[in-house]
């Protein structure tokens, strides 16, 4: 292994060579912090556990997971739950009360994971750090706990380590606002931006200001100052060790704190964006605006400024060379802006991954639907490969939905396609998948159709699926499921002035000029509603299901198992 002009090759030296390279990335404490903490009418200044609350973390352990630096696996901590519950309770309220998170519990297990490139560069690894369980349990307790006083703090913008916030929720918003001004024939500069190790170099002395500013006071600031301090790793590789190395910065990857800890620590970078939109997911950020004119494009790099100048601030660091520049537009011709972090000149690109999901510049999603289908032909000939022995076709299935159908669904809310093209394209996948199956089986002859072979199988159309996947996600929306209150904002309810002689659909939908507009995430749910409406008053579907009395579908009241069967029924009707 080599880190620079060093090489090793003994397991010993290679281990400590991955501990220089992961402490070299810390941050040294001596950032000043201008004015006092401001003070908060809801604060959080101790907290207590009980027996109880400490069995059942203990029982929901996961079984599998190793042992760390402690050497004690997690199904001792399962089997012995009842024994040490007691002790546990007492050991975690004395250190709340006295403000001292455990010494021993600080340590951690570094294991390095590859990235990308050249397996044998240092640099190409991220740590990965195993911590010791009694150490999750405890942090398991506190979770919840902190999290409902965070809740309020955290800015909507936020969409990673985030209650009811996911990857979807994030990209619907931003696909939203793209398609609203693509669709009235304005231009859009996305600028994606990347922090250099941002977990590691969070500094401790600037996240216990900021913790104090939202109302973490009293002992239990003292405890989580003990808690960020002192903490000790060792990296292990193929059973050597490195010497241990201490985080003097940065908050404990692998643990369950760490993240909301990061989240209040950038959280406060939403004052510098003035002119533009931003939206996070932890650590990734992307800065966007309509650029129709010089002025506009001087607005995004001001705020650009200002973001630079608060890394400069807080200790972190923006990476040029990863950073890049978007724009969506249908115009056939744009002028080209540039924009620059510190005099390095970000490139303009085409397309980008973004949380998984490939937006290009004309927001058609057809580079990622070749994307996932490709990725999904290799896993599905992974899986024909090795299971080729299996007799059992719901064995199949299940594997299948797991490994394969995961690839083609993922966030699918956000690009789910309107062209034949595209639909075709994804139907393929599971059409493959079906006729080997069905051969496997001896039933080729039996189940000539797709369609045949979908009902023998007791599984649904790629394109049904998607269709149930948006109304599940306006679901969610609506009764509050998923915590955005931006998108809910652009919902219009169709509330009749006087009482109708025919039943309206219950949204009204977005006029737009194009494809783009009338397809976008929200327009694309909300039409998909309507028409299973439509398609259940008039041909009465929810009143009869399964031989008795069932509930009409009604996305207000339903339950979501009630909502999802009645849904996935009429979808297919």
Known sequence: MSLGDEVASSGSDICNLFASHFSSVYNSDNISISGQSSSSTNCLTSISVTTDQVFRVLKRLDPSKGAGSDGIPSIFAI???SELALPLSIIINSSL??????????????????????????????????LPTFAKVFESILCPIISSHFKHFIAPEQHGFAKSR????????????LAEGVD????????????????????????????????????????CRSYLSNRQSVVVVGGYKSKEFTAISGVPQGSHLGPLFFNIFINDIGSCVQGSKFLMFADDLKLYRTVNSPEEAMSLQNDL???????????MNLNPEKCHVVRFSRKKRSPTRV???????????????????????KLRFNLHVDDI??????????????????????????????????????????????????????????????????YGCNMARKLPSYNDRLLHFHLKSLRHRRELLDIMFLYKLIN????????????NISVPKKLQRFAKPPFRIKFAKSNLGQNAPLNRSLRSYNLIHSVEIDGGIGSQWGGREFPQIDLFSNSPSIFKKLAAQLITH
């Open 373 to 438: 289908t490709n990725r999904a032909f290799r896993m599905l000939g992974f899986v024909l490969r090795n299971c080729k022995e299996f007799r059992n076709p719901s064995t199949n299935v299940t594997i299948y939905t797991c490994l394969v159908r995961s690839i083609l669904e993922y966030c699918s809310p956000v690009w789910n396609p309107h062209y034949g093209i595209y639909i075709k394209r994804l139907e393929n996948v599971q059409k493959r998948f079906l006729w080997h199956l069905s």
């Open 339 to 361: 924009y620059h972090i510190n005099q390095a000149f970000l490139k303009e690109v085409s397309h980008t991954r973004d949380l998984g999901v490939i937006l290009d510049g």
């Open 97 to 130: 009360n006295s403000g001292i998170f455990p010494t021993v519990w600080k340590s951690a297990l570094v294991i390095p994971l590859f990235k990308s490139g050249d397996t044998s560069a240092v640099l190409n690894y991220r740590p990965i750090s195993i």
């Open 480 to 491: 509050g499921i998923l915590d955005t209150p931006d998108i809910l904002s652009r919902v």
């Open 166 to 177: 996911s990857t979807s929720t994030n990209l619907v918003s931003f696909v939203e606002d």
């Open 184 to 223: 009235r024939g304005q231009s859009y500069d996305a600028i994606y931006t990347d922090f250099s190790r941002a977990f590691d170099r969070v500094s401790h002395v600037m996240l216990i200001h900021k913790l104090s500013s939202i109302g973490i006071d009293g002992i239990f600031l003292n405890w």
């Open 79 to 81: 089997k012995c739950a």
């Open 305 to 315: 400024d200002n973001l630079i100048m608060w890394c400069s601030l807080n200790g």
